[in-house]
């Protein structure tokens, strides 16, 4: 404990006499705040993303709910079948039955990590995008590092840059095609 605590020492006095740490006095950190959970909520690409996805879920849980009524059928004939036929055909019929509930399961898992995946991109190019308009804003109105706005407790208005990274955002990207993966359509 006592070689740390000298160590650490050690380190403050050298820090204190680097010129680098010197030259960063010298210049001082301006900061911005970015309301980057109301940027995503409100920008007109991030709304234009959720409702296409909105549109293909209502497609895809269509899709699905006419294979489960498929397999609601399958299941009743099955019932009816039972005393027909004798324990191995209901039980190989049992088994078919069983397979196509798996199908349905699995169709509707790779429907939803289609539709993740796609949002998922879509979401990354408002992201990258974002970032560049981030870096124009903070560079043009001489910020040095940009924060979130839900890591901040007190909050001078003119260090927030919300407003015009949101219109520049709109400016840039009004509009965005979420795309599905074809081949697992």
């Known amino acids: ?17 680097c010129p680098i740490a010197k030259s960063q006095t010298n210049n001082p950190v301006r900061i911005a705040v970015l309301d980057l959970n109301g940027i ?10 959720r409702a296409q996805i909105m549109k293909f ?3 895809f849980e269509q ?9 609601r059928d399958a299941n009743q ?3 009816r079948k039972r005393s027909l036929l004798s324990p191995e055909a209901f039980a190989e019929e049992r088994q ?10 699995k169709l509707g898992q790779k429907k939803r990590k289609i539709l993740e995946v796609a949002q998922n991109n879509a979401m990354l190019n408002v992201e990258n995008i974002l970032n560049d308009i981030v870096q ?8 040095s590092l940009v924060i979130r706005r839900a890591q901040t407790v ?6 927030d840059i919300t407003k015009e990274v949101l219109t520049e955002l709109d400016q840039r990207l009004p509009t965005i095609k979420v795309e599905l993966e074809k081949s697992q359509q």
């Open 1 to 17: 404990m006592k070689s740390f605590l000298s160590a650490l020492i050690a380190i403050l006095i050298l820090s204190i006499n």
């Open 154 to 159: 007190v909050l001078d208005k003119n260090i």
């Open 77 to 79: 004939e099955l019932a």
């Open 136 to 143: 124009d804003v903070a560079v043009k109105k001489g910020f």
């Open 40 to 49: 995503l909520r409100n920008a007109s690409s991030t709304k234009e993303i």
């Open 57 to 59: 879920r209502t497609t």
């Open 63 to 71: 899709e699905i709910q006419k294979e489960q009524q498929v397999l």
């Open 96 to 105: 078919k039955f069983e397979q196509k509930v798996v199908d349905v399961q």
